[in-house]
């Protein structure tokens, strides 16, 4: 199939997108990588009046570090910060969820930008940077706001944008260097979406975990913190009861439905398994 009829415009900076924006009101999407924008719009399952191509917007690809930010523009590619000594040097959680994600065409035109913006539930990004504490800058012709990112996944491939909006870029603290990280997913196929992922980070002071977090994906309408199991895990010797007890919460946490790949009985089991494997690997990288 192929899309509706639809206007074109290519702006030449983020002023002119922005305008664009507020000018279709709620009739327009924005194009990145369009790799779920466009199969959508050729399944007719999306039909914008208007589509905005942002690919000539000077800036909006940048990787940089701010302070104690990890700054990553909206339009920077999946294979860039694969591939990014500053995305692996702070925010190693990043670099390994890359191992899972898509396959290389796609992440050679996908965005970071567009990926958190469609908000699919069983993608990594998002849960990365909700373990991560990230925050979403988004912009619209009428001014800024920043947005965390437990706050920016609002639902089923919703998320916190209001129309006129877009995001330009996402800031994630630094990792202190003493923080051990891992990513853990189960999908179908290599590259496929998650039937169940685990993404955690911990900080260790002489055994202790002073530091926890843990978010899952492919379990709920968005990614999620699993506050209970961080709370479990926190100033207690990390020792592999302790793990194992974490696992177990886990698996009772979440609250999966069912599909055509797993029921949820296996999908509760994946995110015991995973969170075991997460936490000790996360543990074996505490310095």
Same mark, same amino acid.
């Given at each position: 199939?192929?899309?509706?009829?639809?206007?074109?415009?290519?702006?030449?900076?983020?002023?002119?997108?922005?305008?664009?924006?507020? +000018?279709?009101? =709620?009739?327009?999407? #924005?194009?990145?990588? &369009?790799?779920? /924008? %466009?199969?959508?719009?050729?399944? @007719?399952?999306?039909?914008?009046?208007?589509?905005?191509?942002?690919? +000539?917007?000077? =800036?909006?690809?940048? #990787?940089?570090?701010? &302070?104690?930010? /990890? %700054?990553?523009?909206?339009?920077? @590619?999946?294979?860039?910060?694969?591939?990014?000594?500053?995305?692996?040097?702070?925010?190693?959680?990043?670099?390994?969820?890359?191992?899972?994600?898509?396959?290389?065409?796609?992440?050679?035109?996908?965005?970071?930008?567009?990926?958190?913006?469609?908000?699919?539930?069983?993608?990594?990004?998002?849960?990365?940077?909700?373990?991560?504490?990230?925050?979403?800058?988004?912009?619209?012709?009428?001014?800024?706001?920043?947005?965390?990112?437990?706050?920016?996944?609002?639902?089923?491939?919703?998320?916190?944008?209001?129309?006129?909006?877009?995001?330009?870029?996402?800031?994630?603290?630094?990792?202190?260097?003493?923080?051990?990280?891992?990513?853990?997913?189960?999908?179908?196929?290599?590259?496929?979406?998650?039937?169940?992922?685990?993404?955690?980070?911990?900080?260790?002071?002489?055994?202790?975990?002073?530091?926890?977090?843990?978010?899952?994906?492919?379990?709920?309408?968005?990614?999620?913190?699993?506050?209970?199991?961080?709370?479990?895990?926190?100033?207690?010797?990390?020792?592999?009861?302790?793990?194992?007890?974490?696992?177990?919460?886990?698996?009772?946490?979440?609250?999966?439905?069912?599909?055509?790949?797993?029921?949820?009985?296996?999908?509760?089991?994946?995110?015991?398994?995973?969170?075991?494997?997460?936490?000790?690997?996360?543990?074996?990288?505490?310095?």
């Amino acid at each position: 199939m192929k899309p509706a009829a639809f206007e074109y415009v290519r702006p030449g900076s983020l002023n002119e997108a922005l305008q664009a924006l507020s +000018r279709h009101a =709620g009739n327009a999407k #924005i194009l990145a990588g &369009g790799q779920s /924008l %466009v199969p959508m719009m050729n399944l @007719r399952m999306l039909h914008p009046a208007v589509i905005i191509d942002i690919n +000539r917007v000077p =800036g909006l690809d940048a #990787i940089r570090t701010d &302070g104690d930010a /990890l %700054v990553v523009g909206a339009l920077a @590619r999946h294979s860039t910060l694969r591939d990014s000594p500053i995305v692996a040097k702070h925010c190693p959680l990043m670099r390994e969820a890359y191992r899972y994600v898509a396959h290389k065409p796609i992440r050679n035109r996908g965005t970071l930008g567009g990926n958190i913006s469609h908000a699919d539930p069983a993608s990594e990004m998002p849960a990365v940077l909700v373990a991560t504490d990230a925050t979403i800058v988004v912009k619209s012709a009428k001014g800024e706001r920043k947005i965390a990112a437990a706050n920016f996944f609002i639902g089923l491939m919703q998320t916190a944008l209001q129309t006129g909006e877009m995001v330009t870029e996402i800031r994630i603290p630094i990792a202190p260097a003493n923080q051990g990280w891992a990513f853990e997913e189960a999908a179908n196929r290599k590259g496929d979406f998650a039937m169940a992922a685990i993404g955690a980070t911990l900080t260790l002071t002489g055994g202790v975990c002073s530091q926890a977090a843990v978010a899952v994906a492919g379990m709920s309408d968005r990614a999620t913190r699993l506050s209970a199991l961080e709370a479990l895990l926190e100033r207690k010797p990390l020792d592999d009861d302790l793990i194992m007890r974490a696992a177990v919460l886990a698996k009772s946490s979440v609250k999966p439905d069912s599909s055509y790949h797993a029921d949820v009985d296996f999908k509760r089991d994946l995110a015991e398994a995973l969170t075991e494997r997460a936490l000790k690997n996360a543990r074996a990288r505490c310095k």
